[in-house]
C-alpha cells in the first residue's frame, strides 16, 4: 500500500497506464492504491477510463473504492455494469452503505439492484430505507455483539469471535433482556482482564447512552462527539436494540455538516452528500444560487426606495452618497460577525433559547464599543475627504448607530430563526448583510436631515 | 447514569441543592451526571458554587469534569485547588488533555502544576510540550500495545491485558523492529480468531498509514477521516513510533474546525478551543472583531473616493444613487457565495491548484448565467421606478457585470491564497464583498457615463 501523500504522482501514474494501454501494470498498480486515493483519482478520469480502471478490481477493492467515489463517477460505474454484478459490488458493502448508494447516486435502479442481491443483504438494506433520509436508522450497522445478562466472560469472547467484519471497531458489547431491550454495556477491555467464568450480569455498566432510529444524524453526531463513543446503540421507543452507529460514519457526517454549514452560510442552498466541485452541472449550481441570490435581491432592492424617499436630501448634499456603500458596508460586516459567532453557540448548545436577553446585553453593548471605536475614524475620514464638520459628524454618528443596530439583528435573527423552528445555519450572512442595508441607510439619513438641516 | 436529554432540569436541580445548602443531595445528584452533562452546568454557575460543586467530586468524576469545562471555569476550578490537589486530578487525566490545560487554560502554573505531579505522568506532559501547538505531537496517547514479529497471537493477547487504561478505544496493535520502528499493525478482531500459537509476522498488515508528531492537527483529521480509522499511529522521521492519535480527539478537532471555519467566513479572528459564547470576555470579542472591521472599513473606504471622482455624473442624476446598495449587495453576495463554494472544495482537496483554468471558466460561466437573469430583473425593477430606460439599461448591464466580476474574484482570491501558502479559510465573505464594492462601483458608473452620455 502506498502513503497517502503523492496523489497527483499516482494519477499520472495510472494516465499512463491508461494511455499505454498496458492492462497488467495497471492492475499492478491500483491493487495498490487505497480506495479513497483510488476513488480520487477514477473520479478525475473521463467516463470510459472511469470504467477501464474499475473493472480491473476485484469485488472487495471495488466496494471499497464504489463507497468512496463522487456521485457521477458511482452512477456511471454502476450503470456500467450488468445487474448481477452491481449486486455482488452492493452485497460487499456494509448495509447503511449499500443502502446510501440506492437512494443517493442509482435511485431509479433501486428495485432492480435490490432484486439482485442476495435475498439476506437485500433484506437488511429494505429494512434501513425504511427509516427516513439523513437519520440513525440509515446508519445502522447490525454487526454487534449481543449478550444475555446470564452470559460468562468466556461465552461472551466466544460469540464476539463470530463476528465477521474484520474492520470492525468492537469497544462494547451489548446486554440485552429477553425481550431485546438493551439493559447495559460491558467493554472488551473488561472482559479481557476479567476471569472467564464471571457473569455478565456482574461486569456490566446499566443504563448506556442510546439514540433513536429516527434520531436526525446531527444528534447523533453530537451524542457521540459530546460523550467521546466509539459506537452509539440504536433503540425503539420501547428499547429494543437495532444496531449500532459507528464512530467512521459520525466523522462523515461531521464533515458533511462542516460543508453544510458553510455553504448555507454563503448563501448556497445544499447539495447531496457525494458530490465534488466539478461534478456539479453548472446549471444545478446556477439552480442553488440563484434563489437566494433573487430573494436579496429584491428584498435588497427597497434600499431604492429608502434612496428615493431622500432624493431632495441628496439632490442638496451629494457628498451624503459618498459615505453609503462604506455605511452599509460596515453594518453588514458587523452583522455577518455576530451571526457567525450566533450560529455557532448555538449548534454547540451555548446558547439556548431562554438566553435570549444576556445575547441581547452582550451583544448591544459589543456593537456599542465597535461603533465608537470606528466612528472616531469614521470623522477624520469623512473630514479628509469632504471638510466638512457637520457631514463627517453625521458620518461618525450613524456608523455607531448601524453597528449597534446590526449587532442586534445578527443575533436576534439566529435565535428567532430557532424559536420558530428553523435551523439557525440557514441564517447566512448575506441575509443579514441585506436586512442591515435597507435600515442601515434609513438611519444615516435621519441624522443627515437633522444634523445638517435639510 | 441520566440520559443526555433533560440539561436545564439537570441544571435547576443543581442550583437547588446549592441554594437549600444540601451537601448529601448534591454529592448524590453529581455523581450520577455524566461529566460533559456536568461541565456544561458548571460552566453556567458563578464562581464560587463552580467551586462547590467541584469539591464534590471524586477525583476520576473530577478529572473527565475538568477536561471538559469552559477556559474560565477550568481556570477558577484549578487556581481554587492547592497545588498538590490539582496536580492529582491532572495526573488522572491522558496526557494530551493534561498538556492542554497547562498550556491553554493555566499557562502561568504550569511549571509548578507540573513539580506537583507524579515523576512519570510529569515526564510524559513535558514529552507532549516539546511539540508545537495542534500538531499531532501534543495529541500523542502513549497506551498502545506494541508486539514484535516474533511474539505468538496468545503473547500479544497477553500484552493488551496489560494496557491499564479502560475506555482506551483498541483495534489495532502496532508491530515494532528492534530499533521500535513500526513495521506493521494486526487488528484486535484477527487475533482474536487466529489459533493462539501464530506468530505475528503471519498476522499483520505491512506498512501502515502514519502521522509525523509535527503534521498539524487539521492534516491529521483528515487522514482519520479519509482512511475511516480509529487510531493513526505517529512515527518519527526515521519510523520510530511514539504514540496514536485517536478517533475521539479526531471528533473534536472537526468540531473545533467547524467553529473555526464558520468563525473566519464571518470575519471573526480566531479564539481559543475550550471558550464558550458567554464565557469570552466582551474586551477580548471586541478586540478578535474590531482588528478585521477596521481593516475592511479601511479598505471599504476607497468606495467615498470612487464616488467623489463621479460627484458630477451624480449631481446630473441623482438617481443614480439610488441603486449604489442594490449592486454593491448583489456583487457582494455572489462573490460571498463562490468564495464559500470554493474554500469547501479546496478544503476537501476537490479544487487543486493546477485546476485554476477550469475553476475560472466554470465560475465565468455561472456568474454570467446569474447575471442575465438577475440583470432582467433589475431593469424591470430600476424602469418601474425611474421610468428612465437608459438608467435602467444601465442597472441591468451593470448586475451582469459585476456578477461576473465578483465571481472571478471569489473565485481567484482564495486560490491565491492557497498559492501564497495563506489557508484560504481565512478569505472571508466580507473581505470579498468589500473587494468587490469598489470596482462595481466603478464599473456601474463607467457604464453609466456612456449609456447616459454624461
Redesign the interface.
Known amino acids: 500500500?502506498t502513503?497517502?501523500l503523492d496523489?497527483?504522482l499516482l494519477e499520472s501514474q495510472v494516465r499512463a497506464a491508461l494511455a499505454a494501454d498496458d492492462v497488467d501494470a495497471l492492475r499492478q498498480l491500483v491493487a495498490q492504491i487505497?480506495p479513497?486515493d483510488l476513488a480520487?483519482i477514477i473520479d478525475r478520469l473521463d467516463d470510459e477510463d472511469q470504467v477501464r480502471v474499475f473493472s480491473l478490481l476485484e469485488t472487495e477493492q471495488a466496494a471499497d473504492v464504489l463507497d468512496e467515489t463522487s456521485i457521477d463517477a458511482t452512477r456511471e460505474l454502476i450503470n456500467q455494469l450488468p445487474a448481477e454484478q452491481a449486486a455482488d459490488i452492493l452485497e460487499e458493502l456494509d448495509s447503511d452503505d449499500a443502502a446510501a448508494i440506492l437512494t443517493e447516486d442509482v435511485p431509479e435502479r433501486q428495485q432492480e439492484l435490490l432484486a439482485a442481491m442476495a435475498p439476506q443483504e437485500a433484506a437488511d438494506v429494505r429494512e434501513l430505507l425504511r427509516y427516513p433520509p439523513q437519520s440513525a436508522g440509515r446508519l445502522l450497522n447490525d454487526q454487534f455483539v449481543a449478550l444475555h445478562e446470564s452470559h460468562t466472560a468466556a461465552e461472551a469472547?466466544e460469540r464476539?469471535?463470530r463476528?465477521v467484519?474484520?474492520?470492525?471497531?468492537?469497544?462494547y458489547l451489548y446486554v440485552l433482556d429477553d425481550a431485546d431491550r438493551l439493559i447495559g454495556t460491558v467493554?472488551?477491555?473488561?472482559l479481557?482482564?476479567e476471569p472467564p467464568e464471571r457473569r455478565i450480569a456482574d461486569l456490566m455498566r446499566?443504563?448506556p447512552?442510546?439514540v433513536h432510529p429516527e434520531s436526525d444524524q446531527e444528534e447523533v453526531a453530537r451524542?457521540?462527539?459530546?460523550?467521546?463513543l466509539?459506537a452509539v446503540p440504536v433503540v425503539t421507543e420501547e428499547g429494543r436494540m437495532l444496531g449500532v452507529v459507528t464512530?467512521?460514519d459520525?466523522?462523515?457526517i461531521?464533515?458533511e455538516?462542516?460543508?453544510e454549514?458553510?455553504?448555507k452560510?454563503?448563501?448556497?442552498a445544499q447539495g447531496q452528500a457525494d458530490e465534488?466541485?466539478?461534478t456539479v452541472p453548472?446549471t444545478t449550481?446556477?439552480q442553488r444560487?440563484?434563489v437566494?441570490?433573487?430573494f436579496?435581491?429584491?428584498a435588497?432592492?427597497i434600499?431604492?426606495?429608502v434612496?428615493?424617499v431622500f432624493?431632495a436630501e441628496?439632490?442638496q448634499v451629494?457628498?451624503l452618497?459618498?459615505?453609503?456603500?462604506?455605511l452599509?458596508?460596515?453594518g453588514?460586516?458587523?452583522g455577518?460577525?455576530t451571526?457567525?459567532?450566533?450560529?455557532?453557540?448555538m449548534a454547540?448548545?451555548?446558547?439556548?433559547l431562554r438566553?435570549v436577553w444576556?445575547?441581547l446585553g452582550?451583544e448591544l453593548?459589543?456593537g456599542f464599543?465597535?461603533g465608537l471605536?470606528?466612528g472616531v475614524?469614521?470623522f477624520g475620514?469623512?473630514f479628509l475627504?469632504v471638510s466638512l464638520p457637520n457631514l463627517a459628524l453625521t458620518v461618525a454618528l450613524s456608523v455607531l448607530a448601524i453597528c449597534v443596530w446590526a449587532n442586534v439583528i445578527g443575533a436576534l435573527v439566529p435565535i428567532i430563526a430557532r424559536r420558530l423552528g428553523v435551523d439557525p445555519a440557514l441564517v447566512?450572512?448575506?441575509l443579514i448583510?441585506?436586512l442591515v442595508?435597507?435600515s442601515g441607510?434609513t438611519i444615516y439619513l435621519l441624522i443627515a436631515k437633522i444634523l445638517l438641516g435639510l
Chains 1, 2 share one sequence.
Open positions: 500500500m502513503t497517502p496523489l497527483d487505497y479513497p480520487d469472547m464476539l469471535r463476528i467484519h474484520d474492520s470492525a471497531i468492537i469497544v467493554s472488551l477491555r473488561r479481557l482482564v446499566p443504563a447512552i442510546t451524542v457521540v462527539a459530546r460523550y467521546d466509539a464512530v467512521d459520525v466523522i462523515d461531521l464533515v455538516e462542516g460543508t454549514d458553510v455553504l452560510f454563503g448563501a448556497v465534488t466541485y466539478f453548472v449550481s446556477v444560487r440563484i437566494w441570490l433573487l436579496l435581491f429584491v435588497g432592492s434600499t431604492a426606495n434612496l428615493e432624493e441628496l439632490q451629494v457628498a452618497a459618498f459615505f453609503i456603500p462604506l452599509i458596508g460596515t453588514g460586516n458587523t455577518a460577525q451571526v457567525s459567532t450566533l450560529i455557532r453557540a454547540l448548545n451555548e446558547v439556548r438566553d444576556r445575547v452582550r453593548l459589543v464599543i465597535l471605536l470606528l475614524i469614521a475620514r469623512a475627504e447566512s450572512a448575506p448583510t441585506t442595508d435597507a441607510l
